[in-house]
């Protein structure tokens, strides 16, 4: 749009970025990948004073230096884009570990405002900013607000403002006397050749062996002659001891150290002021954080399941009732009765199974989930995870796509983007199907009950809970595993220090909680299931009603799988079932019950008295249930996070490897125990 201003909005993660992101573009925003980076990038756009904005959010870092994917996006955007004003948000509650990053974007940006958000919990600790002499050190404005309250027009005012003043001259960073003077040569050099962006950042990213700086310049056709005297400054810093970590660890200190003093005028801070996270965190992250992990993680699967049975039975009465309804509307259109059974027994009932089965779990498990993330607890199950992930070779960023995967295996392996080592990031990419998904739990759950559960009533819910959990650390057990022998023998590559911030605890925004985890979760983890659904539907009727030699084409091609199948303690179809369902794991079991029962379509069974007679006529016994729900942990993961692996790998080798080395995990478990049964 003409006289559109472009704004940039930087930040630390968990400083609410995307809170005030989302107060100031409401709707009217888009996401979508930087240019070549798996990188999340989201704009919007919002109007104040008759100005047109563009609103850049970038993604949360902690440096313009950084080898991360995010870091090198944030950075790159700056340096080419040059937008109009960049507004850089801080935690009033950790404002000397924010300050770094705004001084960075200080040297590069000629109008940066300072947003110092959160003052209501600083408050609430005895924390108190002075907001007016913070913007006098800085020689930038600075703005204190709560963003989650929505009064954006201070903010706003000053943004104004700011556009309409002279570019900022802010002092530079002072850095160690040999840095400086080798620095102030370079910045001298390259103020001579018009490089878009201020000479002394390229000089500080140039020392520092910034890549992507050093690919920009040549781009830039700069004389040789600066290059050459780039190399000599470095080598001779190198002579004096000062090799490629030395600089960087210094440059860092220089920043840190201002960023520190700066803090120390502007900030009086009580003793002890995080009293209350500190004694939290000796339980949570202390020795009986293990345990207490395991508690939530055991409560929140109790909710779920104790919560979705009755809705589930309703929503799918419901949906099969308006499947007839179809039904007699396409009778109403003399459709022909394969046309009518296709689209009514065959797509609507598999997308109808699907929903009915998978939406009230989830409608469940991700609010509690999404409010464990509101309330600061999932980064300290990162951290509480980090020891035994880095002894895997894995990173301890791993866990939070992991508790990820619980809830969606495609939205783990999209999530895999926060990990900066490659080597770690594929290696997460390629174990996160071990974690079970939503789409798993209902058949993990059905089975440990009809099969594994002895105890009446709320007990065997509770005991119901506990194998699923057994089975959640059984997961993790072999993904540590896997990752061990994949970063040992076959995966190559650095891998990556583990920093990640630890938020305050806070009271969660319930409401704000609902709607995220319905929208940006549960909708959007239904919609796509359903898209996979309706396909398998269709395949599902075919299978089930052509009929081949006195039987029709599934019951013929499980009896082909049967002899395979026996030797994991599994029959063919068992087998055929979990093949059929790849596009949504909801529908194995009724596809096993289809075809036992050699039906036309997926079989409406809601009394697991009737379910278990069924499967017992049929040969299964505890050692068959045991065999299928190990199976379906550790099996091939679904149709779309295959998709999402061969999006964020780029490689349909490594997609192969994602399909190949959980099935073969799962055939090796099943094997085990079908040979250890038979010993006994």
Request: with cysteine; hydrophobic share 45%.
């Amino acid at each position: 749009m003409e006289n559109e201003f472009h704004i940039a909005l930087a930040g630390n993660p968990n400083v609410g970025k995307s809170t005030l992101f989302n107060a100031l573009t409401g709707a009217r925003q888009h996401t979508g990948n930087w240019a070549g980076k798996t990188v999340e990038s989201a704009q919007g756009h919002f109007v104040f004073h008759m100005k047109h904005f563009e609103l850049t959010d970038l993604p949360g870092i902690y440096s313009l230096r950084g080898s991360a994917a995010e870091e090198q996006a944030a950075a790159q955007y700056l340096c080419g884009n040059q937008p109009d004003v960049v507004i850089v948000v801080c935690d009033a509650c950790c404002l000397e570990r924010n300050l770094p990053l705004l001084l960075q974007v200080r040297e590069l940006c000629q109008r940066v405002v300072l947003c110092v958000n959160l003052m209501d919990e600083a408050a609430a600790k005895g924390i108190e900013v002075d907001i007016e002499r913070l913007s006098q050190l800085l020689r930038i404005p600075a703005v204190g607000m709560q963003a989650r309250d929505g009064q954006m027009e201070p903010l706003l005012e000053t943004l104004v403002e700011t556009l309409e003043s002279p570019s900022q001259c802010t002092p530079p960073v002072t850095y160690d006397d040999e840095i400086e003077a080798r620095l102030q040569v370079l910045t001298d050099l390259l103020k001579a050749q018009d490089i878009g962006i201020p000479a002394r950042f390229a000089a500080v990213q140039l020392l520092a062996g910034d890549a992507e700086m050093q690919h920009r310049l040549k781009e830039n056709d700069l004389p040789p002659h600066i290059a050459m005297h780039t190399s000599e400054l470095i080598e001779h810093l190198t002579l004096q001891g000062w090799d490629a970590q030395r600089i960087r660890d210094s440059l860092a200190a220089s920043t840190l150290q201002m960023a520190r003093e700066i803090t120390a005028e502007c900030v009086k801070t009580p003793q002890q002021s995080d009293i209350r996270d500190r004694r939290i965190d000796k339980i949570l992250l202390g020795r009986s954080g293990i345990p207490v992990m395991l508690l939530l993680l055991a409560g929140i699967l109790w909710f779920t399941i104790a919560g979705a049975d009755k809705p589930s039975e309703w929503l799918g009465s419901v949906l099969f009732g308006a499947g007839e309804y179809l039904r007699g509307g396409l009778r109403l259109c003399h459709a022909p009765l394969w046309c009518e059974s296709l689209l009514v027994d065959g797509i609507w009932r598999t997308v109808a199974w699907v929903v009915a089965v998978m939406l009230p779990p989830m409608a469940i498990f991700f609010p509690l989930f999404t409010l464990l993330e509101d309330v600061g607890y999932l980064p300290r199950a990162a951290f509480l995870l980090d020891r035994p992930l880095r002894r895997s070779g894995a990173c301890g960023k791993q866990a939070l796509t992991m508790c990820m995967g619980l809830g969606c295996n495609a939205c783990g392996v999209t999530g895999c983007r926060i990990i900066d080592s490659p080597k770690e990031r594929l290696t997460a990419m390629l174990t996160n199907v071990f974690m079970p998904c939503n789409g798993r739990f209902p058949l993990l759950i059905t089975l440990s009950t009809m099969f594994l559960v002895t105890a009446p009533g709320m007990l065997g819910t509770l005991e119901s809970t506990g194998i699923l959990a057994l089975l959640i650390v059984l997961g993790t057990f072999v993904t540590l595993l896997v990752s061990k022998v994949l970063t040992a023998a076959i995966l190559k590559g650095e891998g990556s220090a583990f920093m990640l911030e630890l938020p305050p605890y806070r009271v969660p925004q319930v409401g704000k909680v609902l709607l995220r985890s319905l929208l940006d979760r549960t909708i959007f983890v239904l919609g796509r299931a359903c898209a996979a659904a309706a396909p398998a539907g269709l395949l599902l009727w075919i299978m089930a009603n052509v009929q081949v030699g006195g039987g029709n084409l599934l019951t013929l091609a499980a009896g082909y799988l049967d002899p395979a199948a026996s030797w994991f303690g599994l029959d063919g179809m068992i087998l055929l079932a979990f093949l059929l369902g790849a596009p949504a794991n909801e529908i194995v079991l009724p596809v096993i019950l289809m075809g036992y029962l050699s039906q036309g379509n997926l079989t409406e069974l809601t009394d697991p008295t009737a379910i278990r007679d069924i499967l017992l006529q049929h040969g299964w016994t505890a050692e068959t249930a045991l065999c299928t729900m190990l199976f379906s942990l550790l099996h091939f993961p679904c149709t779309t996070t295959i998709l999402t692996i061969r999006k964020e790998s780029g490689s349909r080798k490594w997609t192969l490897a994602a399909v190949l080395i959980p099935t073969l995990c799962g055939l090796l478990a099943c094997l085990a125990v079908h040979l250890l049964c038979q010993a006994l």
